[in-house]
């Protein structure tokens, strides 16, 4: 299974835009890149996906590199509910997730 | 429409006793599959399963069995509980078997082994 690689913390002030990055270098082209968040004491929440081009839904919007070897979650205002983990994680065809340790998104007001 | 339903919410068992953490989606999902998260950690993926009647291993398998006999239902069972066991364990499920669905989670099942 490809890894994704991000960093363990990020800082945003509220209401600025946070772009967090993640790399995913051994990527196969099958493979989708979603994102997930989880916020203190709950389960993960869908966030978002793509496979190529650049997806945007009322939470976010997902930037993929052309090469696809990295992408990047932006949140375009950040507010103190956005702090959490966020998982850049890879999804192919045999549908398994694997979660890495994600990074630590903290709102500052 | 529930989504993902997982009992019971809070379980504490003694090493060596048995015990099934019950998940149910409504939403005729083909994929479904159990995380378990340890204080302070990501999740780790226990087994999985891509439709009725077939399951497979993910990256910590040991200790715990599944089975999926309806589509609707994937229980996860601990035969002979341990310590180690000690954690939350997630259930989620997807409407495709491939890369392109989202999961959804239910809320947590927090199991203590004493």
């Known amino acids: 299974d490809a890894k994704t690689t991000q960093p363990n913390s990020m800082e945003s002030n509220e209401e600025e835009p946070v772009h967090l990055p993640c790399n995913h270098s051994?990527?196969?082209?099958?493979?989708?890149i979603h994102w997930y968040r989880q916020l203190p004491s709950q389960g993960p929440e869908y966030v978002i996906h793509?496979?190529?081009s650049n997806v945007n839904n009322r939470m976010a919007s997902l930037a993929i590199a052309e090469d696809r070897k990295s992408s990047t979650l932006i949140l375009h205002r950040a507010t103190l509910r956005d702090a959490a983990v966020y998982y850049c994680?890879?999804?192919?065809?045999?549908?398994?997730?694997?979660f890495g340790q994600g990074t630590t998104l903290q709102v500052k007001p | 429409n529930a989504g993902v339903t997982q009992t019971p919410k809070f379980q504490v068992l003694k090493t060596g006793q048995s015990m099934t953490l019950q998940c149910a989606q409504d939403?005729?999902?083909?994929?479904m599959s159990w995380y378990r998260q340890d204080p302070g950690m990501g999740l780790r993926l226990i087994h999985y399963?891509?439709?009725?009647?077939?399951?497979d291993q993910g990256e910590v398998p040991n200790g715990y069995n599944v089975s999926r006999s309806t589509t609707e239902d994937f229980p996860l069972r601990l035969l002979l509980a341990a310590p180690s066991q000690t954690s939350v364990y997630f259930c989620?499920?997807?409407?495709?078997?491939?890369?392109?669905?989202?999961?959804?989670f239910g809320e947590g099942s927090r199991l203590t082994v004493l």
């Open positions: 989620a499920s997807s409407g495709d078997r491939g890369g392109t669905g989202e999961l959804f």
């Open positions: 051994t990527i196969s082209g099958t493979d989708y």
């Open positions: 793509g496979l190529t």
């Open positions: 939403m005729n999902h083909e994929y």
């Open positions: 399963s891509v439709g009725a009647g077939i399951t």
């Open positions: 994680i890879l999804r192919g065809h045999t549908g398994k997730l694997i």
